[in-house]
């Protein structure tokens, strides 16, 4: 028994199924989840010391590479002035004055300690500026584990089959709509049907957590214009996609304007962070200037704040999204090439420095939950256990994205696709 399996017993016996976050159960794959001790640059090192390069960067934080000296130092100095303080202090302004820098749509911010916090607080704004108590999700999409957002959701919850959480009252759920990504029409239909009652459309603008699926032409800009004719909030997800499909995220790559925002992952740089905003005339809705209620104890935190300006002033030197963009189509190239000498078919979808690969024999590419969900997830598991055992570290799950980060050069994406050469061969 190696290290890994005898943490994963001891876990067991003291944490649900060991872990602290579903995914991380190796759930969608089957057999022992790495146990990590350290990780550096663009690779993790498990409890036995053995290494992979990592295509999972924490689920997204880790743009930079792991363990980035630049926010190591930012946390050390600043954790000598004590840890929390909950009262206010300069580096939040700092923080949010980059953010709206890096993001101009977000004109007014508010910090939470989570992607969850943030979507769900974002939520509940757009319910009470609008007045309105429906809001609009798409299937697939996964927002983070508050009730209003567990419905018909992506990611842990599409892994484990449980797409409607129980423990949700149904009273809440029927507030929920939900239709198809990537559907316009559907979109309209919805709202022609319940007129002025939807408060907000909540999206991931590239969706990443029922695998990577990117808009189809117009779909964003449908959404935009949708909630302008009925004064609905359109709330951007980027929690995943925020500093990583751009530097500006997808709002700027696709140049669409969303009225909300929210922000996660990358922006902590490693720290548990989260953040929404957007326009002033409804984040002026939160308390303590408005009557929207949003809290917490540690938002904003002294040693969080540090980390996530760090990353994003260290994102926002030169052009990195040059390079991370150039490395994820150099991998996700080669993916489909060796996939291609390997007679295995593939579909690859990426952007900026997030990908996704499906095992179908489809020609088309999957632009659909439909499509994504059909895909053959018995081969990914082989796969990913092959690749696994290659020293490659992917998400643990069909519906997930891969993340690249800047610490992923040539050398480790020729050593992944010389993996992948071998792997493809023997599935
Ligand atoms: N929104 C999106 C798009 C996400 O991918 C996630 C997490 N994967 C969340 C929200 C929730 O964030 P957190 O896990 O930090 O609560």
Excluded at 327 to 337: C, D, F, W
Excluded at 404 to 424: G, P
């Amino acid at each position: 028994m190696n290290h890994s399996e005898q943490l994963f017993n001891s876990a067991k016996q003291i944490i649900p199924g060991g872990v602290n976050s579903p995914v991380r159960a190796f759930n969608g794959v089957g057999g022992t989840p790495c146990f990590i001790k350290r990780a550096e640059g663009a690779y993790i090192y498990d409890a036995d010391d053995k290494a992979y390069i990592d295509y999972v960067g924490s689920w997204g934080p880790m743009i930079l590479g792991h363990n980035h000296p630049a926010i190591l130092a930012a946390v050390i100095e600043t954790a000598q002035n004590g840890l929390s303080f909950g009262a206010p202090t300069e580096l939040e302004i700092t923080m949010a004055e980059k953010v709206r820098e890096l993001v101009p749509s977000m004109e007014r911010i508010r910090m939470t300690s989570s992607g969850t916090e943030a979507t769900m607080s974002a939520i509940r704004l757009a319910r009470g500026y609008t007045g309105r108590d429906k809001i609009l999700k798409f299937e697939g999409c996964y927002h983070g584990h508050a009730d209003s957002l567990l419905v018909k959701a992506g990611s842990g919850a599409l892994t484990m089959g449980v797409p409607n959480s129980p423990g949700i009252p149904a009273d809440v759920a029927k507030h929920t709509l939900t239709v198809s990504f990537n559907n316009i029409d559907e979109v309209r239909q919805i709202f022609a049907k319940y007129k002025d009652e939807i408060a907000c459309i909540i999206v991931e603008p590239v969706a990443g957590n029922m695998n990577c699926v990117l808009p189809v032409e117009g779909f964003l800009g449908g959404l935009r214009e949708v909630c302008d004719e009925h004064k609905s909030v359109l709330i951007f997800d980027e929690v995943m996609t925020g500093f990583r499909i751009a530097l500006g995220g997808a709002q700027a790559h696709y140049n669409i304007v969303p009225d909300l925002t929210t922000l996660g992952k990358v922006i902590g740089g490693g720290m548990p962070v989260g953040a929404f905003g957007g326009k002033k005339e409804i984040m002026d809705y939160i308390a303590p200037i408005g009557p929207v209620y949003h809290a917490g104890t540690l938002s904003g935190n002294p040693i969080a704040m540090a980390a996530g300006l760090a990353a994003l002033n260290e994102l926002s030197i030169g052009d990195k999204h040059e390079q991370l963009s150039a490395s994820t189509e150099k991998l996700a190239m080669g993916l489909k090439a060796a996939a291609e000498r390997n007679g295995v078919s593939l579909s690859i979808n990426y952007a900026g420095a997030m990908f996704g690969f499906f095992f179908t024999d489809s020609p088309e590419p999957v632009t659909t939950f439909e499509q994504a969900t059909a895909c053959d997830t018995d081969k990914f598991r082989r796969f990913f256990h092959l690749m696994l055992e290659n020293g490659i570290y992917l998400a643990p799950s069909a519906y997930e994205a891969g993340f690249l980060s800047m610490a992923h050069t040539d050398k480790e994406i020729e050593l992944t696709l010389a993996a992948a050469d071998k792997c493809f061969a023997q599935l």
